[in-house]
């Protein structure tokens, strides 16, 4: 099943508006037909339409699923654009880093080492 991304690497913010809205409808119609129990990423663009739809759905008492989410290795100091989002506006259940450097200086995350 393809997965729809919300922005391209490189692509400018004023035209992920829409390929951003595509995404978050794809995303609310793959939730009502998959139903997924775990919503378990790691930072793409795919990502983040799919964590604000069973957010959305948990907060209308809809709860399907838990939404656990695992920064990138590579982001050393500082969060991707989805892990920023996810954490500023505490969508996810579970946000786990895996410097300890960006657990200090995002103390809601929780360190768990190299998980690669």
Not at 25 to 37: F, G, N
Not at 87 to 106: E, G, H, N, S, T
Request: one cysteine or more; glycine letters at 6%; proline letters at 4%.
């Amino acid at each position: 099943m393809q997965i729809y991304r919300s922005r391209e690497v490189g692509q400018s913010y004023v035209t992920s508006v829409w390929t951003t809205l595509v995404a978050t409808v794809h995303a609310l119609w793959l939730m009502i037909k998959i139903r997924p129990q775990v919503v378990l990423c790691n930072g793409p663009g795919t990502c983040f339409p799919l964590c604000v739809i069973a957010f959305i759905f948990k907060v209308v008492g809809i709860r399907w699923s838990s939404i656990f989410y695992v920064e990138s290795i590579a982001r050393v100091k500082k969060l991707s654009l989805s892990g920023l989002l996810l954490y500023k506006l505490q969508i996810a259940d579970q946000f786990f880093v895996q410097w300890p450097q960006l657990q200090r200086k995002y103390p809601r995350a929780h360190y768990v080492g190299c998980l690669m």
